[in-house]
C-alpha cells in the first residue's frame, strides 16, 4: 500500500509533488497505485521517476482507448502507475493538472482541431529569444499568449549576451510589450544573468523552457545542471542557432528544481487562449474597455480608445495589428471547434436513429 511521503526533502517532493497532487491521488491510493512523474515520452513509452526510482510505462488499454489525446500522459504529468520490481510500470491514470501549456496541434490536416499538451504542471516558463536577428517581440506576444493562458508564470530570457555586448535597447523593445514580465539577458557562456534565474529555481520547482529553434535552450540547460545533458550544435555564421533538441525531457537540477526542454518551435498555433491574450495585451484590453459603445468595432465609431491612442502614438500600430492577428485566430479556432462539435452531435443522432430501427424490426 502507498504511504503518504509529502516531507519537505522527500523524493517526490523533488519531483514537485504536493498536497494538491496528494489529495488528487487519493483514490488511487486505495488501488495501490503509486504516484510517478512523466519525464520523457516517445511513441507510446515513458519514462517516470517516483520515490522507487526509474521505470519504463506505457499507458494501461483503458487509458489508451478511452480517453481523448489530450488527456494522456504528456511531460510533466503526474500519474498513478503499477510500477513493478524489474523496472518496467504500467500508466493507469492522470492526476489533474496544475498547469498545462497547450496549443493546437502543429500536424494533420490543417483544418483539424487538436490540443497538444506540449508540458504540464509547471510553475514558471521561461520563453526564450535570442539577441540578435532571432529577436522578433511579435512572436514573444505570442509566446505570452499561450505562456499566460496556462497557469504558470511567463519569464522572458534573452540568450546568447556575449555575442551583443550593448543589449540594453533590445530589453526596453521586449519590456514595451511585456507588462509586469521579468526580462533577463543572459549567456550560458560567460554565466552573465544567470544568477538572476536562481528566485525560480527553487526545490521541487518546475520550469519550462520554450522557444524557437537554435536560440540556445539546450546550451542553458547543460549550464544549469553543471553538466552536459543535452546536445548542443556551434552558432552559424548569420549567428542563428542550430536546431538540436528533438524530445522533451524533464532534468533536474543540481539545486533541486525541474527544467524541461522542448524541441524548438517553427510555429506556435494558439489554443483557446482568449484570456491569456486578454493578459499579454493589458494595454489593448484596458483601452477596449474604455470606448464609448461595449461593441465598438475600433475602426471608425465615435469615443474609440483605441483609435485615440493610435493616432497620438501611444499605441504603436503594429503592437494593435498583433493583437487583431491573435484575436483572429482564436475566433477562427472557435468557429472550427464549433464545426467540429456540430459534426459529431449529426453523427451521433444518425447512430441512435439506426440504432431505433433495428430496434423496432
Known sequence: MYRSTTAPLSELARLGWSDEFETSFAPHAEAGLRPARVVTQSRGLYRLLSELGEHAAERAGRLRHESAPVDHPAVGDWVAADLRPDGTGTIHAVLARRSKFSRKEASGPSDRTREQVVAANVDTVFLVSALGR?????????????????????VILLTKADLHPDSSAAIAEVEAIAFGV???ATSAVTGEGLAELGPYLGLGRTIALLGSSGVGKSTLVNRLAGRRVLATREVRDDE???????????VPLPGGALLLDTPGMRELQLWDAADGLDQAFADVAQLTAECRFADCSH????????????ADGSLPGERWQSYEKLQRELRALAVRQDARLRAEARRERRRFARSMRKEAW
Do not use: F, I, K, M
Open 240 to 250: 542563428r542557432g542550430r536546431h538540436t533538441t528533438s524530445h522533451r525531457e524533464l
Open 182 to 184: 521579468p526580462v533577463h
Open 299 to 310: 475602426q471608425t465609431e465615435p469615443g474609440c480608445a483605441v483609435q485615440a491612442a493610435l
Open 134 to 154: 532571432d529577436l522578433n517581440v511579435r512572436r514573444l506576444e505570442r509566446y505570452l499568449t499561450t505562456a499566460w493562458e496556462s497557469g504558470a508564470t511567463p
